[in-house]
């Protein structure tokens, strides 16, 4: 009886964490669209090309916080020799 207890709660905490990671990851995404949808509105209005010094670098960086929720790709040995063989 008690390993069955602790087996749900264990299975509900998994489940909650998992919950929390997404709703937090649904907050980010949410956050960024509203950033970019005010972007748009003001290219919009403005209707103009922005050339080196006007155009807003900073906005083109990475989430660090969304790093961890990438996936990471494998890498295969790859050997240069191997392809002329």
Known sequence: MKKIIILLLAITTLLLASNTQEQERQ???DKQVKIEMKKEQKYSVEQTFYQGN???FKGAEVNKDSLDTVPEIPVDDFN????YD
């Open 27 to 29: 907050k980010r995404i």
């Open 54 to 56: 006007n155009y807003d």
């Open 80 to 83: 240069i020799d191997s392809v």
